[in-house]
């Protein structure tokens, strides 16, 4: 109940505070190609649960019709307004929408669409024991996604080999090791890793140490390695 109310508190502060932001982004790409600014993504949340995502479109008008799910930092896709709200995560914040709602918590495993659900093992189907968050663990460690992916063949192979594997282990260590005070360090640190992200992937690190996690997520956290040696 306490995580709920801090939730709700936060993201409708945070939409106060950055509501002349989002209406500026909301009408530059509205002026791009007359089409709705707002992108709207069916997820799976908790106890399989389908709902409604949404974030500040950064592609071009039906990009999910291309079935790459995957995005790479040269994703020909994404618009050049797009490249910079992704890169500092405004695309992102109208998802505190869907936290106010009830859909999402502020922090949690990030949701996915039903086509990558339907591929999970029994393992990965912890993951919706909760409800789905707009950062965790994984979100910071893996926030170079673009990069990993970048001139990639196969974008979505790619992922499900390099990166699926680790952000669904450290969705399922956080589902059960979460409560406030890793909840509030991990929005820190989330907000900390834009500016400093050497600096934030080494905190997350340690968080992890202290929590005790396995010495491979531990290490992963550090990304001093490449994903194929592990």
């Known amino acids: 109940m306490i995580k ?40 799976v949340g908790k106890n399989f649960l389908n709902f409604n995502l949404l974030k500040i479109r950064s592609m071009i008008n039906n990009a999910d019709k291309s079935g790459i799910t995957s995005t790479s930092a040269n994703d020909k896709r994404i618009t050049l307004v797009g490249k ?31 086509s990558e659900v339907k591929l999970y093992s029994d393992y990965e189907k912890n993951l919706l024991l909760i409800k789905p968050g707009i950062t965790d663990f994984s979100s910071i460690i893996f926030s170079d996604e673009g990069e990993i992916l970048k001139n990639s063949v196969d974008p979505n192979n790619d992922y499900n080999l390099l990166i699926r594997p680790w952000k ?62 592990f």
């Not at 505070?17 to 190609?33: N, T």
């Open 4 to 43: 709920i109310l801090i939730d709700k508190f936060i993201s409708i502060g945070v939409l106060f505070i950055f509501f002349p932001i989002i209406v500026v982004c909301l009408l530059i790409i509205f002026l791009q190609d007359f089409s709705n600014p707002i992108y709207i993504s069916r997820r």
């Open 84 to 114: 910079f709200i992704r890169n500092f995560k405004i695309d992102e914040i109208l998802q505190l929408i869907n936290v106010i709602k009830g859909d999402m918590s502020l922090v949690g495993p990030r949701p996915q669409i039903h």
């Open 168 to 229: 669904s282990k450290l969705g399922v260590f956080y589902v059960y090791n979460s409560n406030n005070c890793v909840d509030l360090q991990l929005m820190m640190l989330t907000i900390f890793s834009i500016l400093n992200r050497d600096s934030a992937l080494r905190k997350v690190s340690d968080l992890l140490k202290k929590l005790k996690a396995d010495e491979s997520l531990v290490k992963i956290a550090q990304r001093k390695c490449n994903l194929n040696e």
